[in-house]
């Protein structure tokens, strides 16, 4: 099990940019196949982003291809999702995620073990 911190929301632009971060504690972090997820008020949560645990696959859902960058340091046990052009639909809490030892890309919720508190992004007109 590990435990996840996410960080980096806030308030930005429409066509601005964010980075959000997810901190692991515990270990083993590079076992784990990592995703970011969201939820915006009334829908249900999404998968927006995830990648393998040796930073070789990643997935994007089509609404951010082009536009957000998962990666990863396993070194310093964290997750990155970099988001830019941001649209006022990218709007939603943004979760992290880890799925302990899977040879590939977990997308759906029920793959995964682990999950961390949410942090929000809010993008203004």
């Known amino acids: 099990q590990v435990q996840l911190v996410e960080s980096g929301g806030g308030l930005v632009q429409a066509g601005g940019s964010l980075r959000l971060s997810c901190t692991a504690s515990?270990?083993?972090?590079?076992?784990?196949?990592m995703g970011w997820f969201r939820q915006a008020p009334g829908k249900e949560r999404e998968i927006v982003a995830a990648i393998s645990m040796s930073t070789s696959f990643t997935y994007y859902t089509d609404s951010v291809q082009g536009r957000f960058t998962i990666t990863r340091d396993n070194a310093k046990k964290t997750v990155y999702l970099q988001m830019s052009s941001l649209k006022p639909e990218d709007t939603a809490e943004y979760y992290c995620?880890?799925?302990?030892?899977?040879?590939?890309?977990?997308?759906?919720?029920?793959?995964?073990?682990?999950w961390g508190q949410g942090t929000q992004v809010t993008v203004s007109t």
């Open positions: 995620a880890g799925r302990w030892r899977v040879g590939r890309v977990p997308t759906a919720q029920s793959e995964y073990d682990d």
């Open positions: 515990g270990y083993s972090f590079s076992y784990f196949a």
